[in-house]
């Protein structure tokens, strides 16, 4: 991808962002259970409740994203397939 491309939008540039966005909340959500999960160590009234919380927070918050994620890629190659179909039907 050149300057060109980022200037008459002939390319998009958020196929090749959401996988960097991907990564960067999959850590956030890790260090976010994880904090969930050792606070309950800390303070006397959470116990295993906020540890089971935390462990929830991580599985739900990962699929959870991993689908957002994927619905934003989705709809890039939607658009792309249908260019490819658009190409392919004859000119009038």
Known sequence: MNFQDMTTFD???TPSLIKI???IGIVAIVLASLG???TAFSFMGGGIKQVFGGVVMLVVGIIFWRVACEGIML???V?????EIRDRLPRN
Do not use: G, P
């Open 11 to 13: 390319k998009f540039l």
């Open 21 to 23: 966005v991907y990564w």
């Open 36 to 38: 969930t999960i050792f």
């Open 75 to 77: 709809s890039f190659r």
């Open 79 to 83: 658009y792309d397939r249908l260019t």
